[in-house]
């Protein structure tokens, strides 16, 4: 079977750091992706990794650690479009198949 | 933004009539998903196609069926309609690069059906 895991809601403060982890065990991996979606709006792709290390992209990067099953997504200088729900998916691999986790909805306060 | 169009984008029916839900993409993408999204699921699988005429199901294939004879469009039909599948429904597109390399999928805008 598939298990990803992420916290279901984080709360942050504008302008501060906030890190989003996930976790996965899954039956095959082809790589990682976050996604971001906006209450009643389609998700957008944010991030990809299927090497370990992390990968920055503006004020977004995220970590792989494939020997741990563990991923997480960094928004920096955080702002008030940022609340939103944010995504882990593993290509678990046949097909270019995603298997989502639930999501967490992160907050953004001033 | 991918040229991804689902049509309708909202509906109402009644339980045990047939619906079908379309998916257009202008990119020539190869594989196309259909995902339905539900509080406390997140988005889970339901069908997707590896080509034209070709398909697999997925995590939630039962009450669904599929159909692609084009490779822009991709018809999703629930047969009976049942209250449990009042959802979002989403398609997604993508293309393979290699197999060491996957690109992202992207989403279309959804489709929001009700079944009472």
């Known amino acids: 079977g598939q298990n990803i895991d992420q916290p279901t809601e984080m709360t942050a403060t504008e302008g501060a750091i906030v890190q989003i982890n996930c976790t996965y065990q899954t039956s095959g991996f082809n790589g990682l992706f976050w996604y971001q979606q906006h209450a009643g709006e389609a998700p957008t792709f944010l991030s990809y990794n299927v090497l370990d290390g992390l990968e920055e992209k503006g004020r977004f990067s995220s970590f792989l650690s494939r020997s741990k099953g563990y991923s997480y997504l960094l928004l920096k200088e955080l702002q008030m479009k940022d609340s939103a729900s944010y995504l882990c998916a593993v290509d678990t691999g046949g097909g270019n198949k995603l298997t989502f986790g639930t999501g967490t909805q992160l907050k953004v306060e001033l | 933004d991918a040229g991804i169009t689902q049509s309708p984008r909202h509906k109402v029916t009644e339980t045990g009539t047939p619906v079908t839900l379309r998916c257009h993409q202008t990119?020539?993408?190869?594989?196309m998903y259909w995902y339905r999204q539900d509080p406390g699921h997140g988005l889970r699988l339901i069908h997707y196609s590896y080509g034209v005429k070709d398909t697999d199901k997925g995590e939630v294939s039962d009450g669904y069926s599929v159909s692609r004879s084009k490779t822009e469009d991709f018809l999703l039909t629930l047969e009976s309609a049942t209250s449990s599948q009042t959802s979002v429904y989403f398609c997604a597109i993508s293309e393979l690069v290699s197999e060491g390399f996957r690109q992202p999928q992207h989403f279309g805008d959804g489709t929001r059906l009700s079944i009472l």
């Open positions: 990119e020539n993408h190869r594989y």
